[in-house]
């Protein structure tokens, strides 16, 4: 019994010294902002700097439990705060206030590599390669990056210092907004109107970008490079690792002369994901659907194949991502790992994403702050309507389309069987002296209507499939809208909110007027975008339309050459005798 009592004891310490060393080892955060949360809803009030205890993470909803170091206790947001390294947290808190150990446990973090449909095992097994981008580690206001200047329509930025280094500073009394999942938060767009981040880079003159007014007045990208046209050719099915894992590699080609260079779809993945992060506030145009099974399938690998032409091409018709680093590397690094890998960490390591974007900006033109919401709300309405007219179409051509290699095309089997039976029945005549020619008309006549079947059921590839894949593509284009739409109407509510604060005597004229120099820089950006997405959509629909009705022409006067034929058959019927 005393050996028993000795271990319980034994055991008792041990776990009490887990306990504690759990307690010292506790997760820690630092508030990146001021959080004037209400006491009385259960919330802390955090000041920028202050280092708190994390106590849960799953609460949901992107808040966390933890202590402050006044020892209160209470929620806070998950995207106010950076986490700490175990080894740099300060002395923990006491005891009394100390959660119990279970909580304290630092959880489990996936990271979800993205793989899709392809195996990216080759990248993956990459330590330099693995996890996810610098930019995703911190909350997207913290990497936002605005324009360090006293004169608001001044985007250039000279200062000379170690590439990626960020300053984080106060902005008076305006205050952040409360929702950290909005759009305008999670693009950088709030930090970079109200000045709270900035960063200190070196641009290169290839990266700067300028807006300007086209002949209609409306703010356009003022285009600097070469156009280029893109080609995807010679798809092939490739294995690895002796046939064990198989993919498609795509043949790629531009016209601007330099070799093709071979892809797979999880470049093509890799590539959308980058354009993603680093132009927020622009319209990336969605990857065509992934599939998991039957991808090997000719047809299937056709379909994608040209799916990736036209999206590749509809990002180089962009005046900015056509002129981008990261594509220029898709499109004319060599086929070797190593070059390909050594181009792929340059370009996860930009810094220049997300809201740095706009320090790029050489010249915007001045707007009025007034015109350009409402120009902006007009098209948030209009892109709204569009989107459900578009689904709308897309359901109507898809059944239509259902209807012309279904029903429509069993019809005319019918309709042509029934005739040639009737010319067979006649056939059947012994005499076969008064109705041979007849006959055989009829009979041709129902081999034309079964013909008439067969164009039907090929006829959709033709005109209805090439128009619902448009309206598809341009679905997927509107998706991008609401959050820019958001964006602005952010950075518009900030200018509104920064006069009324003048209004109670609490910043100044010079801090409103920085506020509404860099909103005019959202509004430029926005109404360009805008502007290039209505010029895209004239040229893209009338070519649309254009190839559908040519191509229902064609497939109508081939029916009509049918028909013509056939009856010029009863031409040759004798009727008198």
Known sequence: MCIVSALRVWTLANRLEFASNTLIMALRARLLYDFEGDPSAGELVLTEGEVVTIIRQDL?????????????????????????????????????????????????????????????????????????????AVPAAASAIPVASSDPNNFNLTSPSRRGSTTISRTGTIRKNINRFSSFVKSGGEAFV???????????????????????????????????????????KKSKYKGIKSFTAYQVSTSRGVASVSRRFKHFDWLHDRLVEKFTMLVVPPLPDKQYSGRYGE??????????????????????????AVLDHFLTSGDSEKEWKAGKRKAEKDTVVGSAFFLALESVP???????????????????????????????????????SGPFKREFQKLGTSLHSLGTCFES????????????AIIHTGQTYSNIALAYEEQPKNDLIPLIDGV?????????????????KGAVGKVQECEKLVE??????QEVADVKGRTNAVSAVALAEINHFQRERVADFKQLMTHFLKEQIAFHQSIISK???????YDQVTTEY
């Open 60 to 136: 949901g909803d992107g808040w966390w439990e933890g202590i402050a170091a006044n020892g209160a206790s209470g929620l806070f947001p998950e995207t106010y705060v950076e986490l700490l390294d175990l080894g740099s947290n300060p002395a923990p808190v006491a005891a009394a206030a100390a959660p119990p150990v279970a909580s304290a446990a630092i959880p489990d973090i996936h990271v979800d590599s993205g793989a899709g449909d392809e195996n990216w095992d080759d990248w993956d097994d990459d330590v330099e390669d693995s996890g996810p981008p610098a930019a995703a």
């Open 429 to 440: 005549d012994q005499k076969q002296s008064h109705s041979p020619d007849l006959t055989k």
């Open 366 to 404: 001045s707007l009025s702050l007034e015109n350009s919401d409402q120009e902006v709300e007009n098209f948030g309405r209009f892109s709204r309507h569009m989107d459900e007219t578009l689904l709308s179409l897309k359901d109507k051509l898809t059944n239509h389309c259902e209807k012309v």
């Open 563 to 569: 028909l013509t034929e056939s009856l010029q058959n």
């Open 299 to 324: 047809e299937f690998i056709e379909k994608r194949r040209e799916k990736l032409e036209i999206w590749l091409n509809r990002v180089a018709r962009h005046p900015v991502i056509s002129q981008c």
């Open 472 to 488: 598809k593509e341009y679905v997927g284009l509107l998706s991008s809208f609401p959050d820019i739409v958001q964006v602005h």
């Open 194 to 236: 109200i000045g709270s981040v900035s960063l200190k880079i070196q641009l290169k003159s290839s990266d700067k970008l300028a807006i300007g007014l086209d002949t209609l007045h409306c703010p356009s990208w003022q285009f600097r490079g070469d156009h280029y046209t893109c080609a995807i050719s010679e798809p092939t």
């Open 504 to 509: 109670e005597g609490k910043t100044s004229d």
